[in-house]
């Protein structure tokens, strides 16, 4: 956002900050999300021609606050020692006040080094935002500085902030690592399932062999994606199978799974996670409640006539909560504690409003749990930044989460926001099988999100409102006040 600020700074009126906050805004979402190209093909069936004008539209939806903050900045007057701050506030207030089918955060690279993204646990993502867009504010306003003596304290105010920052949150992640109390081994199943592919028990053998896998190799729990059990079951579903649909036929351990479900008065099903336990009772149900549009869920119009339009459209039944899993871990008649796990399907851990609403449900949640099917956006960077959101839902609870994800990465992310373990991120197509496989994670627990909830579950939520309330106020202030003189163009 540095160049921007500067650019906005010297803009010659609104109109050219509103074409340079454009163009910047929609070239970073086509550059960041360049893989929804090749998911409106996959799944819109739709020929590149369709798709580019699409993603162009996207973009630039995407790039208004960009375009609306590029304005602020052009017409509002502040005290340079206030304006980094204030436009960092303004930037965040906007990004977040504007609809979004995949909410995300332009710092979706920061998880990679998780000490800079503790502050999540005060204010959340909207914090993190603003401590590094006034670090970006402090080194434009060094850039713009009339005098050297100013140049250097802004300059030097811009490395302290980050510096700062991490060195908080490497103390606050040392401090985290003394409170484990118990670990919980748990089997992550990544079955590789391509695609379309409708043999239906070779789906099946891609689920129980590595199941099978990680029961030997000591796992207590097992976790299989997203949708992955290839038949649709029947509500109510309280007992496994006995014949050659069973789930527990390879492995004796408790399992969650995701398959779709419906009632037989039901017009369109369910995406659902499962508890079921080791003895093959199904001790607990979750519906997804968020559901992506048009991939899960027509909206406006009648799904059966969208999708004669587009076959690849789906529609599917609305969950209506949270849902709360109390998992014995081991084999059946196992006398051991229950883990308590807040069940996410899919993109449900980007929202953070859902993820806070799983988490303080009564008795609170030790871990969460995501089964996902991110195999529609292929080998791209989708996967790592859908990662890297959950990372943020963890540091904002303070409870770890493990993933099990059809094709990859599927992983263990520990109270820090921290990947302990991960698989590769595969291709899978039928013309190119990749084999099934597992990933054995030591789930460590120590503290529950009712008896233990954080700042930011408490009420530090409310930051994010409070950056609205401040950019709405700033475009305000911005539209009443005279405009400032634009400076001489070279």
């Known amino acids: 956002l540095t160049p921007l600020y500067l650019a906005a700074h010297a803009a010659a009126g609104w109109r050219e900050a509103l074409r340079l906050g454009l163009v910047a805004g929609a070239v970073m979402t086509a550059l960041g999300v360049s893989w929804m190209l090749d998911l409106l093909g996959t799944f819109g069936e ?21 375009a609306a903050w590029a304005i602020l900045l052009s017409s509002w007057t502040c005290p340079r020692g206030l304006a980094p701050l204030a436009a960092a506030a303004a930037f965040s ?15 979706l690279g920061l998880p990679r080094a998780p000490s800079w993204i503790q502050p999540a646990e005060l204010g959340g993502v909207a914090l993190v935002e603003v401590l590094v867009f006034t670090a970006s504010g402090l080194l434009a306003e060094a850039w713009r500085a009339p005098d050297r003596r100013r140049q250097r304290l802004y300059f030097a105010a811009a490395l302290a902030l980050p510096l700062a920052s991490t060195l908080a949150g490497r103390w606050r992640m040392a401090a985290l690592d003394a409170e ?23 789906r099946l053998a891609r689920l129980r062999e590595p199941s099978a896998a990680a029961q030997a190799e000591g796992a207590d729990i097992v976790v299989w994606p997203e949708n992955m059990y290839p038949w649709t079951l029947n509500r109510p579903f309280d007992r496994d ?20 479900n419906a009632a037989d008065s039901d017009l369109y099903g369910y995406n659902s996670a499962f508890h ?40 599917n039944l609305r969950g209506d909560g949270p ?5 014995t871990p081991g084999p059946p008649g196992s006398k051991a504690s229950p883990v308590s796990l807040g069940p996410l399907i899919c993109y449900e851990d980007v929202f953070a409003w859902f993820a806070r609403a799983v988490a303080a449900q009564p008795g609170g949640v030790e871990a969460f749990v995501n089964l996902t099917n991110d195999t529609w956006f292929g080998p791209t960077s989708e996967p790592w930044g859908h990662q890297a959101l959950a990372q943020y839902r963890v540091v904002e609870h303070r409870v770890p989460m493990i993933r099990a994800v059809n094709s990859g990465p599927s992983s263990l992310i520990d109270r820090s926001g921290r990947v302990v373990v991960s698989t590769r991120l595969h291709a899978v197509s039928i013309d190119a099988p990749v084999p099934p496989e597992h990933l054995i994670a030591d789930l460590e627990l120590g503290r529950d999100t009712a008896s233990a909830p954080t700042i930011y579950a408490r009420g530090g939520w409310l930051f994010v409102h409070v950056c609205q309330v401040s950019a709405a106020a700033m475009l305000v202030l911005a539209a009443v006040r005279p405009r400032r003189t634009a400076p001489p163009r070279p």
Request: glycine share 8%.
């Open 46 to 66: 739709l020929p590149l021609w369709a798709c580019a004008p699409l993603f162009a539209i996207y973009c630039l939806w995407t790039a208004v606050p960009f």
């Open 93 to 107: 207030g906007l990004w977040w006040s504007w609809p979004a089918i995949f909410p995300f955060t332009v710092l």
């Open 180 to 202: 484990t109390t118990r670990t919980v081994r748990v089997g992550l199943v990544q079955p590789n399932i391509p695609l379309l592919w409708f043999d239906k028990q070779a």
């Open 241 to 260: 199978f006995s014949d050659d649909d069973r789930i527990l036929a390879r492995h004796a351990r408790p399992t969650l799974f995701g398959a779709g």
């Open 276 to 315: 079921m336990a080791a003895d093959g009772a199904v001790l607990g149900r979750f519906d997804k409640n968020l559901l992506v549009p048009l991939g899960e869920e027509i909206p406006l119009v009648d799904p059966a006539w969208a999708q004669g339009l587009v076959p690849g459209m789906a529609h």
């Open 323 to 327: 849902a709360r899993f109390l998992v």
